[in-house]
């Protein structure tokens, strides 16, 4: 089943969304609609709930009055001003969306689940990693908080990450400064995460690790930021250590893949 997360254009989206809800339901964040076997997520913004409850309210299953395009006094946007989601309405959404999206640069990516091997790996990593920083003014996150690139205009579900930035603390729905982002790759988001995803967390000042480790077999690739500010990779051999500069850390790589079973 593919899912497809947009936000509602003029015409039929916008009618689909009128047929199958009631003025009642209608709240900010994402509506989930089945489309022939498409599970489609809209984004539904303050703006657009606006428009669908005029709809409900004048009975007007033809949406003349959207595609006519009544002005934002009315409650009305024009189909130009959607091409793009807005931060504060990816927010607003997450915070009522069945499943996690990622933003960049006002697109959003619906996340696939993960498996049992990449669960284990982030759970070990943050059991450890927790442990080690209690007590100091670093915090461990694991899958469910974001991270602003602000940068690049995007907002991540790292697997694992930690920041010992006081400001974090401050900032409940987000981190902006994260020293060390550990992804745990999948067939689906390896090359984003080696490739676009790396290239934008390099613009996050704050950062000093950026680590790969492959779930299902034993790889484990540790990019650390120099004194000159380039990026150098330091793999992981078999029967090695990770060691985490950033927050004075090593661990045997055995511990990462603790109740794993190695392809």
């Not at 990593?125 to 080690?132: D, I, W």
């Not at 020293?179 to 790396?198: N, P, Q």
């Not at 000042?205 to 790889?219: F, G």
């Not at 793999?235 to 893949?257: H, K, M, N, Q, W």
């Amino acid at each position: 089943m593919r899912i497809i997360v947009k936000r509602p254009r003029a015409g039929k989206d916008l009618k689909d969304i009128w047929c199958h809800t009631s003025r009642k339901d209608m709240r900010a964040g994402y509506y989930s609609l089945n489309v022939n076997r498409h599970v489609v997520y809209y984004v539904l913004t303050p703006s657009l709930i606006r428009i669908i409850r005029v709809l409900h309210a004048r009975m007007d299953p033809d949406l003349h009055l959207y595609n006519a395009g009544i002005d934002r006094g009315n409650g009305v946007i024009s189909t130009a001003e959607q091409s793009g989601i807005g931060v504060d309405d990816y927010l607003a959404g997450e915070e009522t969306a069945p499943i996690k999206h990622e933003y960049v640069a006002g697109e959003v990516f619906a996340m696939a689940g993960a498996g049992e091997a990449h669960v284990t790996v982030a759970g070990n990593l943050f059991a450890v990693l927790r442990n080690h920083v209690r007590g100091s003014p670093c915090r461990v996150y694991i899958a469910d908080m974001k991270v602003r690139v602000e940068p690049a205009d995007a907002f991540y579900y790292p697997d694992v990450f930690v920041t010992c930035d006081p400001a974090d603390s401050r900032e409940k729905r987000f981190k902006r400064n994260p020293i060390l982002v550990i992804e745990v790759l999948s067939d689906s988001t390896a090359a984003f995460d080696r490739g676009t995803k790396f290239a934008h967390y390099r613009q996050l000042d704050s950062l000093r690790e950026y680590v790969l480790i492959e779930p299902e077999r034993l790889s484990v690739d540790s990019f650390r930021r120099n004194a000159e500010g380039d990026w150098v990779l330091h793999p992981v051999a078999e029967g090695g250590e990770l060691v985490l500069t950033s927050i004075d850390f090593r661990c045997p790589v055995a511990a990462v893949y603790e109740d794993v079973t190695l392809g």
